[in-house]
């Protein structure tokens, strides 16, 4: 057996354990072939798929090979609720489960990434120093703003996801800064840092101003103001003003919150910035996925599936590789770590091609 038909198998095996029965008929092909696409982003480092069916098994000839993912990323019945929702959920357990054992609150995030001619929005859990795919939704549109409706129903599917008895902050940019917005995160009793446009008009004491007309005093980082008033597309009361500056930084950051403190939104926006190094791992530094060839928004969000699973397996071996005596003297000195979860996850995966694809090791769950 070749190592890409090893890897193959165990990426099989292992989507087998989401499920308490075994998955038979269809939903078992079906599994077939999600494994076929997750081994070729794997080992392709690609997520064109004329790259993927390179590093996929199958005595096929390449050409059919890549026809078999095509089928796979257009297949209507491959969806997240089947093949990525059990998957997460057993994650989200080991993450709260974590949170409140530490006492910290659950930080959710959300952005936009291009993704071939389309553009994706993404909600993300934090985990230590990385952020796991939750949900996402792919529109035919150039990046930037999204329609005003689709971070709340986004939102909607990330409540259905998370617990209730636990507090649970969002985090966004500057274009998630809608009242709609906001209103939808304080209904269900969640906390929100999002940032704002300078040139937001707020409302204090009767008074009307730019946000960019405060700044923090000197000598001091932070400007805060409680219980202003909003009248971006609709009036929204009680929200709370932040304008950040860090000295090492040139131009300050404007927040909004329903936080109680100006500290306690900070640090919580600071967090914010994991998204970036999910996307990071995902595009340039790991699957390139933002260089697909695939144009129809469908296709893209079932390739964003694969995707998301392909990360949690690696993060799985990064953690393995960190976390255990073993395998990190084999990769990395253990005194100290000049490489991220990711990057010892891709490094452990190569030392297991390198040492016997027996010793291969596949999971998409792990403890927290």
Not at 53 to 62: P, T, V
Not at 63 to 86: F, H, M, Q
Not at 207 to 224: H, K, M, N, V
Request: contains cysteine; proline residues 4%.
């Amino acid at each position: 057996m070749t190592e890409t038909q090893y890897r193959q198998k165990s990426v099989r095996q292992a989507l087998n354990t989401m499920y308490e029965k075994a998955p038979e008929g269809n939903h078992s092909r079906r599994l077939d072939a999600l494994a076929a696409l997750i081994n070729g982003i794997v080992g392709a480092k690609s997520c064109q798929l004329s790259n993927c069916a390179s590093h996929c098994a199958g005595e096929a000839k390449r050409a059919s090979r890549e026809r078999y993912l095509e089928r796979c990323v257009g297949n209507k019945w491959i969806d997240t609720a089947t093949y990525y929702l059990p998957c997460i959920l057993m994650v989200i357990a080991k993450v709260v489960a974590l949170a409140q054992a530490q006492g910290t609150p659950l930080y959710v995030i959300i952005d936009s990434t291009k993704s071939g001619s389309c553009t994706t929005w993404l909600f993300s859990l934090v985990w230590k120093k990385r952020s796991l795919p939750l949900c996402w939704r792919v529109l035919k549109q150039k990046k930037g703003h999204a329609p005003q409706e689709l971070p709340c129903e986004l939102l909607e599917e990330v409540h259905a996801l998370l617990p209730k008895d636990i507090p649970i902050i969002v985090l966004g940019d500057g274009e998630f800064d809608t009242c709609a917005f906001q209103h939808a995160i304080i209904t269900k009793g969640w906390y929100y840092v999002l940032r704002a446009a300078k040139d937001l008009t707020i409302t204090y004491d009767n008074e009307s101003f730019r946000f960019d007309s405060l700044a923090p005093p000197p000598g001091e980082s932070t400007f805060w103001l409680d219980a202003v008033a909003l009248t971006k597309q609709q009036v929204l009361f009680g929200v709370n003003a932040v304008v950040w500056h860090l000295r090492r930084y040139k131009d300050p950051l404007y927040l909004l919150t329903n936080l109680e403190t100006a500290p306690e939104a900070c640090e919580a926006y600071h967090k914010r910035f994991l998204i970036e190094t999910l996307f990071s791992d995902i595009k340039s530094r790991g699957f390139g996925f933002q260089r697909t060839r695939l144009k129809a928004p469908d296709k893209i969000h079932r390739l964003l599936l694969a995707v998301a699973l392909a990360y949690l397996w690696i993060l799985w071996l990064g953690k393995k590789a960190i976390d255990e005596h073993m395998y990190r003297s084999l990769l990395h000195r253990t005194d100290r770590s000049d490489w991220s979860c990711f990057r010892f996850g891709y490094e452990l995966l190569l030392e297991f091609h390198r040492s016997g694809i027996e010793k291969m090791l596949v999971c998409f769950i792990w403890d927290s």
